[in-house]
Every structure is written in structure tokens, then in C-alpha cells.
């Protein structure tokens, strides 16, 4: 059974840094792309990165050179390391994966940016 679980949100001033960890199960992580999602109050769900199964990585232009992310495989965790964080980027942050043609979300974690 494929579950994510992320974890690592929280308040921060602009400015600040923050990483989230997406916990997987259920699937092998060096298989499959990770990708992780945001979801602004108000606004549509948006993607942000992916760490691809090739080990490259690919950013939306607004947090390129901003958020990194990468993969420990031997704890089957992804991570969205997030630096110089804005207001703008407050939002709800998803993991998601797609495993043999179904898609899989966790619950999502909650990243306020504010002064």
C-alpha cells in the first residue's frame, strides 16, 4: 500500500529556511519520480519540484535557486528544502507520486510565511 506522509511545516519570517520531509511506503523511491505540490488559501493546487527517478531535478521558475530537493534512499524520504522563503510561498505543500498509474498524495503540511 503506497502511503506519504510530510512533515516539516511551520511558521517563518521571510527570509527564512525550512525543510519538509515526505515519508514513503509501500513503493521503491529510486523507481519513481517524487514530485511536491502547493496549495496557496484560495488558489489552485500548483507544482513546485520534482526529484525524478533519473536523480535530476526540476523547479518552478518562482522558487528556482530558492527550494531543493532530494532523496535519502535508505529512509525512503524525500525532502523540499526551502531557503529565502517569501510571503508568497505560504501554502499547503504536498509529496506526490505516481505508481503504476494511480496517484498518490499525502495529507500535506502547512508552511506560513510572515513577519
Known amino acids: 500500500q503506497v502511503q506519504l506522509v510530510e512533515s516539516g511545516g511551520g511558521s517563518v519570517q521571510p527570509g527564512g529556511s525550512l525543510t519538509l520531509s515526505c515519508a514513503t511506503s509501500?513503493?521503491?523511491?529510486?523507481?519513481?519520480?517524487i514530485n511536491w505540490f502547493r496549495q496557496a488559501p484560495g488558489k489552485e493546487r500548483e507544482w513546485v519540484a520534482t526529484?525524478?527517478?533519473?536523480?535530476?531535478?526540476t523547479y518552478t521558475p518562482s522558487v528556482q535557486g530558492r527550494f531543493f530537493t532530494s532523496r535519502d534512499n535508505a529512509k525512503d524520504t524525500a525532502y523540499l528544502q526551502m531557503n529565502t522563503l517569501k510571503p508568497d510561498d505560504t501554502a499547503v505543500y504536498f509529496c506526490?507520486?505516481?505508481?503504476?498509474?494511480?496517484?498518490?498524495w499525502g495529507q500535506g503540511t502547512l508552511v506560513t510565511v510572515s513577519s
Open positions: 526529484k525524478s527517478r533519473w536523480d535530476g531535478t
Open positions: 509501500g513503493f521503491t523511491i529510486t523507481q519513481y519520480d
Open positions: 506526490n507520486v505516481i505508481v503504476r498509474g494511480q496517484n498518490y
